[in-house]
């Protein structure tokens, strides 16, 4: 197709879509989706005062522990993390592809991994910084006496695995 366009021929949005069908329909849930469910080990929320997860928190920060006002604000931070959490999968298996590949938007519109600011860049890597951490605790060098506690055969069978890969500790990154 891109050969016929740098001869000449204009093509619709549907003419795109209509030759990428294939691919999405292949979409419909990727295994990076299910491999992002997966490896999710927390969830970082980010919020201000005024929002209805900010007011919720500062509901719960200024409640007694236990009162009613409390368990009200955690039981709607609970919803509030619910409806993040369930979406979040799918949302950052697009904001990859978002970075990494131009892809058409509409008829005179086209993504551009140029456009993502370096606070969303920032945003994605440190949550999956985040949960990558999460994920490794217990599995690094000076965590073996952690491991051999909670899974002795694991352990076991990674002392034996003398040229296994090395696990990197992860490293934060500098705020922008």
């Known amino acids: ?100 590949y131009v892809d058409l938007i509409s008829e005179s519109e086209w993504n551009r991994p140029a456009d993502i600011t370096q606070q969303e860049a920032y945003d994605f890597s440190s949550a999956a910084l985040n949960d990558y951490s999460i994920r490794i605790q217990g599995y690094m060098p000076q965590d073996a006496d952690l491991l051999n506690d909670r899974d002795p055969k694991l352990y076991s069978v990674l002392e034996e695995w003398l040229d296994r890969p090395k696990l990197w500790p992860p490293e934060r990154l500098p705020f922008p």
């Open 1 to 100: 197709m891109w050969r016929e366009a740098v001869n000449g021929t204009r093509f619709t949005k549907a003419d795109v879509e209509d030759a990428c069908r294939v691919h999405k329909q292949r979409k419909a849930k990727p295994g990076h989706v299910i491999k992002q469910e997966k490896g999710m080990a927390g969830l970082t929320r980010r919020t201000s005062a005024d929002s209805e997860l900010g007011r919720a928190l500062q509901a719960r920060t200024n409640a007694s522990p236990g009162s009613e006002e409390c368990k009200n604000a955690d039981a709607k931070i609970q919803v509030i993390t619910n409806s993040i959490k369930e979406p979040l999968p799918k949302e950052q298996y697009n904001a990859r592809l978002k970075a990494l």
